[in-house]
């Protein structure tokens, strides 16, 4: 019974996040909402003779039931917000949605989450980049979660099954469909091996108001967000923007300046909207995971032949650990326009990996 009234709660119209919490604060369950009187619904921050009326006069409870039976028939796990198992990272920002249906197996608050967006045209070198992600994850014990729409998301969903990874689809419509259709036989290996997860009743349409609030819950659920490709405009965009939003860390893959696909990546580099990228390792290193990385083959056995001696000191210099560029400088004795020379040419060779704040590693 409690659970009709769990979702009653969210038909409601004009009673939104902040109103539902509210409203829970005061009287402690959902159920306790529907029977309390007018006058003491009114004694709630935000709750006036309008939504009082609502929440006492509406079908909200009749319209519930209905729900039910199809969400028992499919075993779909309805998770309130007040609930343990609702997802808790999500539970942090302040629109988090107060109901969730989700189908599948993975932890939502699981110690390791990444969210991975792009755009909907995804070229070679995304998908490309998407394999490489899962590739280099898969021994990390992460969960991946994207919206099982076209380009990046479906590849990075596929590639995640391909290595074995959880995976989790948020969707814009209910757990009755999957849109797009195509992605009907990836849906359903998901659910085996990571779940479905939306904010929207059964018989919801994918409409086009749904997909951002959609993005915000991607954004949500994860630790970090890593937008792979990415047009000028787009949904990777507004994901990257509402996970900036909850303080949450954001990733670009740098591409070709001339490429419309890496248009959006470039645009958040460039304005400090999301760190730089170029390998998954990159991923490890500033989320701290990579300290259980497998040992690398000494890095002597696979430097150039064409290296100076000026480099290969610097390289001798940064076996020692991480090195800022002026601890890189008085180390190796070079001035800074020596030093910034034969530091260009190690990076563009991958030799070594330039972090934010002039702080150099080797790859």
């Not at 659920?221 to 909850?246: F, H, P, Q, R």
């Amino acid at each position: 019974m409690s659970l009709i009234y769990k979702i009653a709660l969210t038909l409601i119209k004009s009673v939104g996040h902040a109103h539902a919490i509210n409203l829970l604060n005061h009287f402690g369950s959902p159920e306790a909402i529907f029977k309390a009187k007018a006058a003491d619904l009114m004694k709630v921050k935000g709750i006036g003779t309008v939504i009082s009326s609502l929440i006492l006069d509406s079908n909200a409870l009749a319209e519930a039931e209905k729900h039910l039976s199809f969400i028992k028939k499919h075993r779909i796990q309805v998770l309130f917000y007040t609930d343990r198992e609702y997802p808790q990272r999500l539970k942090q920002c302040c629109d988090a949605p107060v109901l969730l249906y989700y189908k599948g197996k993975a932890d939502l608050n699981h110690s390791r989450i990444i969210s991975v967006v792009g755009t909907r045209r995804a070229t070679a070198y995304g998908r490309q980049l998407c394999q490489q992600l899962a590739e280099t994850l898969a021994s990390y014990n992460v969960i991946i979660v994207s919206g099982l729409a076209y380009g990046i998301d479906v590849a990075v969903h596929r590639e995640s099954l391909q290595y074995h990874i959880p995976t989790i689809g948020v969707m814009a419509h209910g757990l009755d469909r999957i849109y797009p259709p195509l992605h009907k036989p990836v849906a359903q290996k998901m659910v085996l091996n990571g779940g479905l997860l939306t904010e929207f009743l059964p018989g919801t349409n994918p409409d086009k108001e749904n997909f951002p609030k959609r993005n915000r819950i991607i954004a949500g659920l994860a630790d970090a967000t890593v937008v792979v490709e990415a047009t000028a405009k787009g949904g990777a965009l507004i994901t990257a923007d509402i996970a900036n939003s909850y303080n949450r860390d954001v990733y670009a893959f740098p591409g070709r300046t001339n490429d419309p696909c890496s248009e959006g990546c470039n645009f958040l580099i460039k304005t400090h909207r999301a760190a730089l990228i170029n390998h998954a390792r990159d991923l490890l290193y500033y989320l701290g995971w990579d300290d259980v990385l497998p040992e690398k083959e000494s890095i002597q056995t696979r430097l150039p032949i064409s290296l100076s001696k000026e480099e290969q000191k610097i390289i001798a210099v940064l076996e020692g650990g991480t090195l800022s560029v002026d601890q890189l400088g008085m180390r190796a004795g070079f001035n800074q326009s020596k030093l910034a020379m034969h530091l260009l040419n190690l990076e563009m060779q991958g030799i070594l990996i330039s972090l934010p704040g002039k702080i150099y590693k080797l790859n």
